[in-house]
């Protein structure tokens, strides 16, 4: 797994592409541990490039969840391919996420916050 | 088309990843759909990272499995010889308690479940078989 970042409109876009399981959660919640100890208030994380993410990933997930709720940041989620939806629909984790169609949407509404 | 391979990998953390790219290199192979190149993966995450930290915890030993393909489904058998544990009969996972009170233990298990068409289990000689398949054509 690879992970690319972007900053725009105060919203910092963090794309992880490939697999997100036991072996590449560790570097996601890093990564997305990083950028809330430096004040990052707002996160998309765009998962367009993502082939599939496993419970190891999903439990990444809710924990930056409730840091950024703790913190009174907005995280949101966009560019689920099939089996990302599939995932996430199964685990329940829909209703947990503000989740959209793509980066820009996503950007537009953390960023307009 | 009727096919199987079989391997056995170290039963840590690594040995997971070495399963994982012989089966991305069965799935090559075989020309199996979209639906398997995910599906069996993220199942063999799940499953055989539970075996290297809750089962055997460190002791040394290895992990055989049988991937197959067949005309109507695609298979894999994992075979370990840790502690009896029936994935199968884990609590279900919690999927629908608000942020505050989520745990996201048992999630694995689940999604392997629902992702399969058929999952099984059984004791056998001191060791652990557990067995999932899918059908390409009931979803994909």
């Known amino acids: 797994m690879?992970?690319?970042?972007?900053?725009?409109?105060?919203?910092?876009?963090?794309?992880p592409a490939g697999r997100i399981d036991t072996t590449t959660a560790p570097a996601l919640e890093a990564h997305l541990n990083g950028l809330l100890a430096q004040g990052t208030r707002r996160i998309v994380v765009d998962?367009?490039?993502v082939?599939?993410?496993?419970?190891?990933?999903?439990?990444?997930?809710?924990?930056?969840?409730?840091r950024m709720k703790e913190r009174n940041g907005r995280?949101?989620?966009?560019?689920?391919?099939?089996?990302?939806?599939?995932?996430?629909?199964?685990a329940g984790f829909l209703p947990l996420f503000t989740v959209c169609e793509s980066q820009d949407v996503a950007i537009g509404q953390l960023a307009g916050s | 088309?009727?096919?199987?391979?079989?391997?056995?990998?170290?039963?840590?953390?690594?040995?997971?990843?070495?399963?994982?790219?012989a089966f991305d290199?069965?799935?090559?192979?075989?020309?199996?759909?979209?639906?398997?190149?995910?599906?069996?993966p993220l199942a063999l995450d799940e499953i055989l990272s539970n075996i290297v930290r809750?089962?055997?915890?460190?002791?040394?030993?290895?992990?055989?499995?049988?991937?197959?393909?067949?005309?109507?489904?695609?298979?894999?058998?994992?075979?370990?010889?840790?502690?009896?544990?029936?994935?199968?009969?884990?609590?279900?996972?919690?999927?629908?308690?608000?942020?505050?009170e989520r745990t996201p233990g048992g999630l694995g298990i689940t999604l392997v479940r629902q992702l399969m068409d058929e999952t099984a289990y059984e004791r056998r000689d001191a060791r652990n078989y557990f067995t999932?398949?899918?059908?390409?054509?009931a979803d994909s």
Not at chain 1, 51 to 66: H, K, Q, T
Not at chain 1, 78 to 87: I, M
Not at chain 2, 25 to 40: I, P, Q, T, V
Not at chain 2, 65 to 75: C, G, H, I, R
């Open chain 2, 54 to 100: 809750h089962g055997l915890a460190g002791r040394p030993a290895s992990i055989d499995l049988t991937f197959s393909v067949d005309t109507e489904y695609v298979a894999i058998e994992i075979v370990d010889e840790a502690d009896a544990f029936n994935p199968l009969l884990a609590p279900p996972a919690d999927t629908s308690s608000p942020l505050e």
């Open chain 2, 25 to 40: 290199r069965f799935c090559h192979a075989h020309g199996l759909s979209d639906g398997a190149a995910w599906r069996f």
């Open chain 2, 132 to 137: 999932m398949r899918w059908r390409p054509n």
């Open chain 1, 51 to 66: 082939d599939y993410i496993s419970s190891a990933g999903l439990r990444v997930m809710l924990i930056v969840a409730r």
């Open chain 1, 2 to 15: 690879q992970i690319a970042e972007a900053r725009r409109e105060g919203v910092v876009a963090v794309v």
């Open chain 1, 75 to 90: 995280l949101a989620l966009c560019g689920f391919p099939e089996p990302v939806r599939q995932v996430f629909q199964l």
């Open chain 1, 47 to 49: 998962f367009s490039r």
């Open chain 2, 1 to 21: 088309m009727h096919a199987t391979q079989t391997l056995s990998v170290p039963g840590t953390l690594p040995g997971v990843r070495l399963a994982i790219q």
